[in-house]
């Protein structure tokens, strides 16, 4: 039995000892490429949300409301802001943690009820323009100039011709 296993043994050395062996690790990758906006579709602003930084007493907010935004791989569309071929970054974060460090806020005051929010920046070449935050599929909040503001997806879809008719 002790021959079986010594036998083994020094095949196994003279099996793996034969051979250079070298590895080639390559600590370099690419990350993948979106080629469709993460959140793309037309969206309408619906509502304005106040966090306690950002009260306002005047009604300069109105305009917003009922507004229209586009967002595709192409173009991103928001408030006088055409972007041209936007790159896109995504995360994930915890909801309450979020709203709590960066808005001095609470999820049940702005009216979320998901634990987790999908964070999707949206930059023009290098600088980052907007930051949407995605609740559901069709139900996303955006900051602009300041003002929180709660966006519905009305359409899936974004041709050229919408991407002109807003421009």
């Not at 959140?39 to 109105?62: A, V």
């Not at 460090?101 to 005051?109: A, D, L, V």
Request: hydrophobic share 40%.
């Amino acid at each position: 039995m002790k021959i079986k296993r010594f036998m083994a043994l020094a095949l196994i050395l003279l099996l793996t000892g034969c051979k250079d062996v070298t590895l080639q690790v390559n600590n370099a990758y690419d990350p993948p490429r979106i080629t469709r906006a993460p959140i793309e579709g037309k969206w309408t602003i619906i509502k304005t949300i106040f966090t306690p930084e950002n009260r306002l007493d005047d009604f300069s907010y109105k305009k917003y409301i009922g507004n229209d935004l586009i967002i595709s791989s192409k173009a991103v569309i928001i408030d006088k802001a055409v972007i041209h071929k936007p790159s896109f970054q995504i995360r994930r974060v915890n909801s309450n943690l979020l709203l709590e460090r960066e808005f001095n806020t609470t999820k049940e005051s702005m009216g979320i009820k998901g634990d987790y929010l999908y964070i999707i920046d949206i930059y023009d070449n290098e600088n980052k323009c907007f930051e949407v935050y995605r609740e559901k599929d069709d139900l996303a909040y955006i900051n602009i100039n300041g003002i929180f503001m709660q966006i519905k997806k009305t359409s899936d879809q974004v041709t050229d011709k919408d991407i002109e008719n807003f421009s």
